[in-house]
């Protein structure tokens, strides 16, 4: 096990659990959507421990928050950590919200062991990881890896119809910045896996390699209002049926493109939504995901002539997001694969089955990822778990992989090595080997 200084596992589970309370629900998880008054809190909160830890805090057009240590040389680009405060509406208290606690704690511990690095070292809250309220998700991360425009980004509305970019102003987080105009030498971000792999096989880290491809789409299906009772079921227009057929396609073709492919209906509004009127319109959202780009695209034709395949009907697939399968940058991997080889615990290279924002921040940064285990594998639910033990062997990697990259001048002068064909592979679902 490492003798180097660690990181205070119990501050890290206080911060944690006090976070938590924000937003919490009764069966135990966090209802906190991005930019919500819980939101708000959240920030604020996280910004006034930063300061107390020394640090400066700032944020950027879209919310973006950047909590700065000094390094030896303020000219260095900084070795950023963190993640997202953001969760789903029935999320849990681990994901997103460990990473940025995570790099909390790596901030607290360089100050309580009395580090210097040489590079500065940014704890960073990244808006709308989740994409539950404003779609498609890691939307302000994207933006400033250059893969979303600010104005699509700022006029992505709710449910009820109110934009990001009103939400921002309105909890006090539109910053002067420009999204993207803070440069970073490095982003790592430690996350549960939010999947089986780790406690199945009994590690305690991931080596995050990569991430798998994902698109988005929103789908609209047109009948015809009518009343339940007199009208015939022949000659009906009735969206609900058709859609129905097409929620059965999603899962014949992620089905067909398994164990790695996968595909979700998570989201649905039927219109009048009235029991004895026949549906004229339903609108419900898809989401594939797998490694291969090239399978992807195979399940985007699969949906199109499912869709070009529906009677009784008009079928509106629109696309609205193509996340493209990433590979993390070798020097950032290998840093965290050599500091958690020291710390002695059970670990495996693996690519994220998960979205994250270090899977658009590594178009443009040097990135890469840690994961610890949670209890099986569940996430995106209120009885998400995580051991301390493990959240603090992940914080670790974290502390050992930030304070080595920050003392690599080739990564803090910005020269980037960027992903290549990694070992060992473990794909996201596939119970491999
Ligand atoms: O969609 C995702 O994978 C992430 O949790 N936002
Ligand atoms: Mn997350
Ligand atoms: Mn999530």
Redesign the pocket.
């Known amino acids: 096990m490492t003798q180097d200084p660690g990181i205070n596992g119990d501050r890290l589970w206080q911060s944690l659990m006090e976070m938590a309370q924000i937003g919490a629900l009764p069966g135990g998880g966090c209802g906190r959507l991005t930019l919500t008054d819980d939101d708000q809190i959240a920030r604020d909160l996280f910004t006034r421990w930063c300061e107390e830890a020394g640090c400066t805090v700032k944020f950027d057009r879209l919310g973006n928050m950047f909590a700065r240590r000094p390094g030896r040389n303020p000219d260095l680009p900084p070795i950023a950590i963190g993640s997202h405060l953001d969760t789903q509406p029935h999320g849990g208290r681990f994901d997103g919200v460990y990473g940025v606690m995570a790099g909390l704690e790596v901030i607290r511990s360089l100050n309580d062991h009395g580090l210097e690095t040489d590079a500065p070292i940014e704890v960073v809250n990244w808006t709308n ?3 539950a309220r404003f779609a498609p ?2 939307l302000c991360s994207g933006v400033y890896a250059g893969l979303f425009d600010l104005d699509f980004a700022l006029s992505r509305t709710d449910a009820n119809g109110i934009s990001l970019d009103a939400e921002l102003s309105r909890i006090g987080y539109a910053g002067t910045e420009a999204c993207g105009a803070h440069e970073l030498g490095a982003f790592l971000e430690v996350h549960i896996e939010q999947g089986p792999v780790l406690e199945r096989h009994s590690e305690v880290i991931g080596v995050v390699i990569g991430g798998q491809g994902q698109r988005w789409y929103d789908v609209t299906v047109t009948g015809r209002d009518a009343h339940s009772g007199s009208t015939p079921m022949e000659g009906r227009s009735d969206a609900l049926v058709a859609a129905a057929g097409l929620i059965k396609a999603v899962q014949d073709i992620a089905l067909a493109h398994g164990p790695d492919g996968v595909g979700t209906v998570g989201e649905m509004h039927i219109s009048p939504n009235s029991r004895n009127t026949i549906p004229g319109e339903v609108r419900f959202t898809i989401d594939f995901r797998h490694p291969d780009d090239a399978v992807l695209s195979v399940m985007d034709a699969a949906i199109h002539s499912a869709a070009n395949r529906v009677t009784g009907a008009k079928v509106d697939l629109d696309m609205i997001w193509h996340n493209p399968p990433v590979h993390f940058d070798t020097r950032c991997v290998d840093a965290i694969e050599n500091v958690t080889r020291a710390s002695g615990h059970a670990y495996r290279r693996m690519v994220s089955g ?2 994250h924002d270090a899977c658009l921040v590594a178009r443009r940064v040097p990135t890469a990822m840690v994961f610890v285990p949670c209890k099986d594998g569940l996430s995106h639910n209120e009885a998400e778990w995580a051991e301390p033990a493990h959240l603090t062997a992940g914080c670790n990697v974290l502390f050992q992989a930030a304070l080595m990259l920050s003392q690599d001048s080739a990564m803090t002068s910005g020269q980037e090595v960027r992903g290549g064909k990694n070992k060992k592979e473990t794909h996201p679902t596939v119970q491999e080997i």
Request: glycine share 28%; aromatic share 0%.
């Open positions: 990881e989740e994409g998700a890691m998960a979205g």
